[in-house]
């Protein structure tokens, strides 16, 4: 039989793949990773790199086990600029009964394009777990969440862990979203591939006696537009604090019922900053109740974040923050978490106060977010009549 003209081909380029592999200086057997010489004649043609694996959301026995897709760094990416991507979660199959679940946590690692190996966290700008609002509202028959978002993990903060028992409630078949985006303030060299691999603990109803948990984002504004900074409120009911004038860092404007626009995402100049914002309508608390976890959402060159209860004049919470040593970004940020928990009135008067130092000579951009996860004193496990819709805040 003719020998096929093909293979001699092949035979040729695999001929001189092996030659470009060795360079003159070859003076034997290279040594296996075993510590052995490997056999030279024997030595099989390098394995063609493994793709990276798929972006996928995997139910686990701990709860959901997700991989974003692959991010490529390319150039610096400022907080909320950098490339981001959305994957729906499902707790649970298509055809199975809906029934409640616990959400106890989320946790999220930076790796590399092959879903394993570590990257340094500083690539992180943020992962979001957010359900649909307005659908929330309708099951439960009162805001629980008034964003929708559930968790944000962000730089110097990628793990948040309910207290043991505490859990927030959400039915199987709500629509999840996983938001991840990546930043990065320090990489000037080649292009680097990084993704998020996001853990979130989710615990069956029925397993174990659970509490639940509500969440309130309070943010801290600057005003843009408007003829005083208190937000949801037509005339400041204190006078003195309030949010300044502020310049917007990105498109995305808050504006309350009575028509002034907010950003919640400012330039803070070169120095010193110390931001206070009326929160008391954000909180909108329902009851009396406790808190029980906060999560803390800050920028590079954050101080400090505190929440004060301006009627009895004392702090409720302060976090403070650790930079990255000798670059840009946080490596830590405070967190909060108890059993016990901190009182909050629903007639007392609330305020942020953020403290932002820009240690360069160049403008920065900030955010100032508690998460404040609270008891639940009205939850019903049976969905509730819907409730008459309500004008709320928009985005
Ligand atoms: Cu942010």
Redesign the pocket.
């Known amino acids: 039989m003719p020998r096929p003209v093909l293979s001699a081909f092949a035979a040729l380029v695999v001929s001189s793949l092996l030659a470009s592999c060795s360079s003159p200086n070859d003076a034997g057997p290279v040594a296996s990773a075993s510590g052995e010489p490997a056999a030279a004649s024997a030595a099989p043609p390098p394995a063609p790199p493994k793709p990276p694996p798929e972006p996928r959301v995997t139910r686990t026995p701990a709860g959901v086990d997700a991989l974003s897709p692959v991010y490529t760094i390319d150039k610096i990416y400022r907080?909320?600029m950098g490339p981001q991507s959305q994957q729906r979660i499902h707790l649970k199959e298509e055809t199975a009964p809906a029934g409640i679940a616990w959400l106890t946590g989320l946790k999220a690692t930076m790796v590399g394009a092959d879903g394993e190996t570590l990257v340094p966290p500083e690539y992180m700008?943020?992962s979001n777990l957010d359900v649909d609002p307005i659908e929330h509202e309708k099951i439960y028959g009162h805001a629980l969440s008034t964003s929708g978002r559930l968790f944000t993990l962000?730089q110097g903060q990628l793990d948040v862990q309910l207290p043991p028992g505490f859990g927030i409630p959400v039915r199987t078949d709500q629509k999840i979203d996983l938001t991840t985006q990546v930043l990065n303030l320090n990489h000037h060299g080649e292009p680097m591939q990084v993704r998020h691999h996001v853990e979130m603990s989710v615990v069956p109803d029925g397993v174990k006696p659970m509490k639940p948990l509500f969440m309130a984002g309070v943010y801290g504004l600057h005003l843009l537009k408007g003829d005083h900074g208190v937000f949801g409120e037509e005339k400041p009911k204190h006078e003195g604090s309030a949010c300044t004038m502020g310049k917007a860092a990105s498109n995305g404007e808050y504006v309350d019922q009575h028509g002034k626009e907010f950003t919640?995402?400012w330039i803070v100049k070169p120095g010193r900053e110390v931001s206070k914002t009326r929160v008391t309508t954000m909180m909108s608390l329902p009851f009396d109740t406790t808190i029980h976890h906060i999560a803390v959402?800050?920028?590079p060159f954050a101080e400090s974040l505190k929440l004060v209860d301006l009627t009895t004049g004392t702090t409720v919470y302060e976090a403070k923050t650790r930079q990255l040593g000798g670059k840009i970004g946080l490596e830590h940020v405070d967190s909060f978490s108890s059993v016990e928990g901190i009182p909050v009135f629903k007639d007392h008067e609330y305020e942020l106060v953020s403290v932002y130092n820009n240690t360069t000579d160049v403008d920065q951009?900030?955010?100032a977010?508690l998460l404040l996860y609270m008891l639940d004193k009205e939850f019903s496990p049976e969905p509730k009549p819907a409730p008459a819709p309500k004008k709320r805040a928009s985005r």
Do not use: A, F, R
Request: proline letters at 0%; charged letters at 5%; hydrophobic letters at 30%.
């Open positions: 907080s909320m700008c943020h962000s919640g995402h959402h800050l920028h951009d900030s955010m977010v």
